[in-house]
């Protein structure tokens, strides 16, 4: 594989940017495990740090031939990850093993999202072969930030209307950062844009309807995160110009497969009563 990158020389030491994207994985890591074992009073202070050590570990990691949306676009979703995933912890019991296969998935995940990006840094300059691993890489982890983020967001059982702003802020975010990377250019044109609002409506509907479902967070957030699936996967073949009548037909059918196992998944004893 070829290195996406310039090599930095330090007297002897060659620090290459696998270098950064390990050692940002590493701290990224420890700051994680941090709000995973402390006290809950100083939960929140380490999730800000959390985010401040991703966000600034990454952009220097990343820091090459950055212009327009790039600056703050490739630092997205490495920090919602991040932040998804060390709440979603706080959901999950209080044990050793749970907690430290938690952290590995973080430090993995990290590393992974990082050299992602690096790729749609590069590529949004020139043609690399890359570029499809990425994609998938990438869509892997929009997926699973989705599902760590709206399981969190579930599990406080907030008013619909508050439930449901926060769904639409959730997805327009991750929704535009994947978007721009089946886009790659310097700025987000106003079709991206339109696909991120439009998107993010139907996330904002979805969250509206749980509200009052008797469905758990879990499975909930496993339905907005399937209809994501279908939606960006069609979208990502309709930039491209490939969108055909078997692709809806394949996405469409894992979307009403997840949506009836959800159905009868979900506990209706007592909605009559």
Known sequence: MARLGRVVRTG???????????????????A?????????ELRTALVLALIFVTG???LVSLWQDFAGVKYFILLI??????????????????????????VLLFGFGMYCLLLTQNIYNVAAIRTIALI???HAVGFIFTLLTAFFAFTVLFSFHLAFYIQSVIAFFIAFVITL??????ILEDFMPKRGLAFALAIALGVFELAWVFAFLPTSPVLA?????????????????YIAGRLMQKTVFEYSFVGVFVLLLILLATSWRGVNN
């Open 56 to 58: 600034s570990f990454s």
């Open 77 to 102: 979703l490495p920090i919602f990850f991040a932040v998804s995933i060390s709440l979603f912890g706080f959901l999950l019991p209080d044990n050793f093993w749970m907690k430290g296969g938690l």
């Open 32 to 40: 994680f495990l941090l709000t995973q074992i402390v006290v809950p």
């Open 132 to 134: 499809r691993a990425a």
């Open 177 to 182: 950062v994947t978007v721009w990377t089946f």
């Open 221 to 237: 957030s496993l339905a907005v995160t399937a209809a994501l699936y279908v939606i960006l996967g069609l979208t990502q073949f």
């Open 12 to 30: 002897r030491l060659v620090i290459t940017k696998r270098h950064k994207f390990i050692l940002t994985a590493l701290f990224s890591s420890v």
